[in-house]
């Protein structure tokens, strides 16, 4: 459970006594009993490293963007850079690709990872707008703020709609897609074979799926 701090407020004005008071009036339950096992102070601060990487240190999940809990894309972000580095790791180390792809991990992930920031800072925004409405009992502006968020769509542009306009991948001549909602609306835009990678130090052109197989059992 989370309590938001009231201007002028502090931790230690919350012992256990008041915390279990907290929770029996925000849970309707007044009479149940309530153990509070443990609390912690938490400050929200969103922060996207300048730098992926330098040399041999690469920085991925939270050491890359640390982001706000609102609408949980922390572990999806951070997971979808694991998968960005590693395979490019798997080419560099077993001599399938020099080390000038290990670059393009910055280059595809951080601008995708401080745009997610700016969602998600947009999400806690309206957060706290409806908290703050809401504890001054304004439940109309409350119902208003919730039927205009855009938290209310699915976020598949969010979750599948990432691309990069530069990196790895070489450009065939598309032309990037324009969606009306780029959090909420998303347009299939590829497949497994759309684009080709330049593979090796010989500048040969490879198939994604032909990459993937030839990587072998860290990839499949």
Same mark, same amino acid.
């Given at each position: 459970? *989370? ?45 996207? %490293?300048?730098?992926?990487? &330098? ?7 939270? /050491?890359?963007?640390r982001l706000t809990p609102a609408g949980g894309l922390g572990l999806n972000t951070g997971l979808q ?8 790791? /798997? ?11 290990l670059d393009t991990y910055q280059e595809e992930r951080r601008d995708a990872a401080f745009r997610t ?6 999400? %806690? ?20 703020? &919730? /039927?205009?968020?855009?938290?209310? #769509? ?12 530069? #990196?790895?991948?070489?450009?065939? #001549? ?8 780029? @959090? ?9 074979? *759309? /684009?080709?990678? @330049?593979?090796?130090?010989? #500048? ?17």
């Amino acid at each position: 459970m *989370h309590h938001l701090l009231k201007p002028g407020e502090k931790p230690n004005d919350f012992p256990l006594k008041r915390l279990r008071e907290l929770i029996r009036e925000a849970s309707g339950l007044p009479a149940e009993p309530v153990e509070v096992l443990s609390t912690v102070p938490w400050v929200m601060s969103p922060k996207v %490293a300048r730098q992926f990487r &330098i040399g041999r240190v690469f920085l991925v999940g939270d /050491a890359a963007a640390r982001l706000t809990p609102a609408g949980g894309l922390g572990l999806n972000t951070g997971l979808q850079s694991a998968h960005n580095l590693a395979w490019k790791l /798997a080419c560099v180390v077993n001599g399938s690709a020099g080390d000038s792809l290990l670059d393009t991990y910055q280059e595809e992930r951080r601008d995708a990872a401080f745009r997610t920031m700016q969602n998600t800072n947009r999400n %806690a925004d309206e957060f706290f707008d409806v908290i703050s409405n809401a504890s001054k009992n304004d439940w109309d502006k409350v119902g208003d703020l &919730i /039927a205009q968020s855009r938290t209310r #769509g699915a976020g598949l542009g969010q979750d599948l709609g990432i691309t990069y306009p530069r #990196g790895a991948l070489l450009p065939d #001549g598309s032309q990037p897609l324009v969606v009306d909602d780029p @959090i909420n609306d998303y347009k299939p835009s590829a497949r497994p074979d *759309h /684009a080709r990678l @330049i593979y090796g130090s010989s #500048g040969e052109r490879r198939s994604f799926p032909r990459l993937i197989f030839s990587v072998g059992d860290l990839l499949c």
